[in-house]
């Protein structure tokens, strides 16, 4: 099976999951980033729970998150050798986001197989 393969089955098997999310909640969370910096220590240290107590975001199974400020940096940073990395030659994820201004609440996850 090849990586597009893989990445393509990902996607359609995740597919219900990210029609189900509220995208609303995700919104919310990244207002309450943008409207309280202090949120993003809690944030680095346990993004779903942070984003549970912030409205009760819950996060699909197999996803994780992320906040992405306004230069796209991810808070927590991805996981070293996941996202682009120079050793890995393909990759694919999905990655969904909601934003206020220039912040956004990243929700992701990636297949086994990159």
């Known amino acids: 099976m090849t990586t597009t393969n893989t990445l393509k089955e990902f996607v359609a098997a995740n ?24 949120l993003l220590d809690a944030f ?20 994780h998150l992320h906040i992405a400020d306004a230069q796209n940096n991810f808070i927590p940073p991805e996981e070293d050798g996941i996202f682009g990395a120079e050793g890995i030659d393909t990759w694919g994820r999905i990655e969904t986001r909601a934003g206020y201004k220039t912040v956004s609440l990243v929700m992701c996850a990636a297949p086994a197989e990159h």
């Open 15 to 38: 597919a219900g999951q990210l029609a189900n999310v509220d995208y609303a909640k995700m919104r919310g969370v990244a207002k309450a980033v943008y409207d309280d910096p202090s």
């Open 44 to 63: 680095a240290r346990d993004p779903e729970a942070t984003a549970r107590a912030i409205n009760g975001f819950e996060v699909p199974e197999g996803f």
